[in-house]
């Protein structure tokens, strides 16, 4: 098992950017693909990026796809989601979560587990 706890939300105009950090326990951090996800309210969860355990594989929702740019650090056992000209739309709680390999990476129920999630609130 892995816990996460990200860090880095907040409010921000449109057009502006933020960093979220997710920071992961355990020794296996490497053995996972790791995913960022978003809930905005009374909406489903929804995908938005993930990487693979080298970080040469990265996959972005078509929303987000020339905009935000995931990474992972396996010494420190990070995962950054860089997210630049934001839009109004991109406001909801965003979650970073651990998942096995094999399996579709825009899919929840890849993932088993999950942080605890960091607002996201961009202004018009």
Known sequence: QVQLVESGGGLVQAGGSLRLSCVASGRTFYNYI???FRQAPEKEREFVAAIGWNGDSTYYADAVKGRFTIS????KNTVVLQMDSLKPEDTAVYLCAAGTYGRPYDSQRTYH???QG????VSS
């Open 34 to 36: 790791m995913g960022w």
């Open 72 to 75: 992972r650090n396996n010494i």
């Open 113 to 115: 587990n999950w942080g």
């Open 118 to 121: 960091t607002q996201v609130t």
